[in-house]
């Protein structure tokens, strides 16, 4: 049975309590818990989680990307707006049928909006954590393959030259800057997930590395990374023999390198 309407009170009651945990946006919050919750005692618990900082998208178990309810699990690191506009690029690079790839697939976001877009494509997603495995096979649907490992290594040998597109939402803090993040990135998304290394790009460097070797001529390599840190990127895209180019989506913030195999 459906949860009632939430009253003006109750909302405004919820609101107050998230502002003042520091919740930015807490009116639209405070919306999705009194939508989720099926009693008030179960809204009590979630809001007592959100105010000790656990994500949001956590306790109501999905969150929204690309028009789609990925589903979330403990442990899993949450998939951000600005990356919507990767997955959207992505989308608009893969032909109907095409292969393609989500490499530190996480929730399997970026695969699931491949699959809900694009016809008919092959998709593979991979992470070397188990429960992000574990939770992108509910979002990434038969035939769509999700694999547990590093990078490129769990991909079948008879993908090598074959790809489409590889899209890669690949961590990319610096080691030190993570005592900066949020806390409820800090404490409740696994590390792997969040640490690229000293500089932010060692994850970057490594795909960037061996992209070629999986590409078809034509194919390409696309990486999130910040406005900060792109000229590296790019850098290691070079490297690795791919022509780039660099899209950026101000509104959120995004900022998207593509690499091409000629």
């Not at 946006?25 to 818990?33: I, K, M, Q, S, W």
């Not at 989500?102 to 976001?109: R, V």
């Not at 490297?239 to 660099?246: P, Y």
Request: net charge negative.
């Amino acid at each position: 049975m459906a949860a009632p309407m939430p009253s003006r009170s109750r909302q405004k009651s919820t609101t107050d309590v998230l502002r003042r945990a520091g919740c930015v946006f807490a009116e639209d919050e405070a919306r999705v818990l009194l939508n989720a919750a099926q009693s008030p005692t179960e809204l009590d618990v979630m809001i007592a989680r959100r105010v000790a900082g656990e994500p949001l998208e956590i306790i109501v178990g999905w969150a929204g990307f690309c028009g789609l309810r990925i589903l979330l699990e403990p442990g899993v690191f949450v998939p951000r707006r600005r990356t919507e506009f990767l997955a959207r690029q992505a989308c608009s690079l893969t032909a109907p049928g095409g292969v393609a790839v989500d490499l530190c697939c996480g929730s399997g976001a970026v695969g699931a909006a491949l699959q809900a877009n694009v016809p008919a494509i092959e998709l593979y997603a991979t992470d070397i954590e188990p429960a992000a495995v574990h939770c992108a096979r509910r979002n990434i649907i038969p035939p769509g393959h999700v694999l547990n490992g590093d990078l490129y290594d769990p991909l079948p040998s008879r993908l090598r030259g074959r790809i489409d597109v590889i899209a890669a939402n690949a961590p990319y803090v610096p080691t030190d800057s993570i005592r900066l993040l949020p806390p409820e990135a800090r404490l409740h998304e696994p590390r792997v997930s969040l640490d690229g290394g000293i500089d932010g790009l060692d994850i970057q460097r490594r795909i960037a590395d061996e992209a070629a070797t999986w590409l078809k001529p034509g194919g390409h390599l696309l990486v999130e990374t910040s406005n900060e840190q792109v000229d590296r990127t790019v850098e290691s895209f070079t490297h690795g023999g791919l022509l780039v180019t660099i899209s950026v989506h101000d509104a959120t913030s995004s900022t998207v390198v593509i690499g091409t195999k000629s």
